[in-house]
């Protein structure tokens, strides 16, 4: 057999690899990315820094469906809090920058619970759970987490929504179950409360 047509036998790779390797680049280099996440130029958009973008209500598309194992083993799904303001974060044990704003969210979680905001975590890329839970344990998290860890739930963010494009991600899903911001930078408490408080006072 020539070299030739044995590499042309090892190139092909399934889908669901290609799939996973794409989320895997995606997330890999937007943990240290410094893109701006803006919405494209899009009118239907009002941009903040150029990392975090709110939508007004009028132009909002539903969240997807997110529901399976938590990283404890639980069931949960964000249909589970429907007519809550939820702060779905992405991230990973993995990733510095998800570290660095993981005390924030705690605490934002915990202020803001009287208000009916819920804090929804996606783990991903972490391939043992126990890396997430001991990642929770360390940081004080105690809101549930889906265990996502070759990003199939952040797949299933339409195209030309504000999908998570970087790790960490926050997206706030409104009353509705519409998402209604993201921001694509790890969080100060300052900007997590400008980032719901709005939507929380929202009609």
Not at 81 to 102: M, T
Not at 185 to 191: A, F, I, S, V
């Amino acid at each position: 057999m020539s070299p030739t047509r044995a590499a042309r036998r090892r190139t092909p790779r399934s889908a669901a690899a290609l799939a996973g390797a794409a989320v895997a680049a995606l997330t890999l280099t937007a943990c240290s990315s410094s893109s701006s996440g803006s919405s494209s130029g899009s009118s239907n958009f009002v941009s903040g820094s150029g990392r975090i973008t709110v939508v007004e209500p009028a132009e909002r598309k539903a969240a997807p469906e997110l529901s399976g194992k938590t990283v404890s083993g639980a069931q949960d799904s964000l249909a589970a809090y429907k007519g809550k303001v939820v702060v779905v974060n992405i991230w990973g044990s993995w990733c510095s920058p998800c570290r660095a704003e993981a005390p924030n969210l705690a605490k934002v979680a915990a202020a803001d619970a009287p208000k009916g905001v819920q804090f929804l975590g996606i783990n991903t890329r972490d391939l043992d759970a126990s890396n997430a839970v001991q990642f929770d344990k360390r940081f004080g998290i105690t809101y549930p987490s889906l265990f996502d860890p070759y990003g199939k739930l952040i797949l299933r963010f339409p195209k030309g929504s504000l999908n998570p494009q970087s790790l960490p991600a926050t997206l706030v899903i409104d009353r509705q179950g519409r998402i209604a911001a993201r921001a694509l930078k790890p969080l100060g408490e300052y900007d997590l409360n400008k980032l719901i408080d709005p939507i929380v006072a929202e009609k």
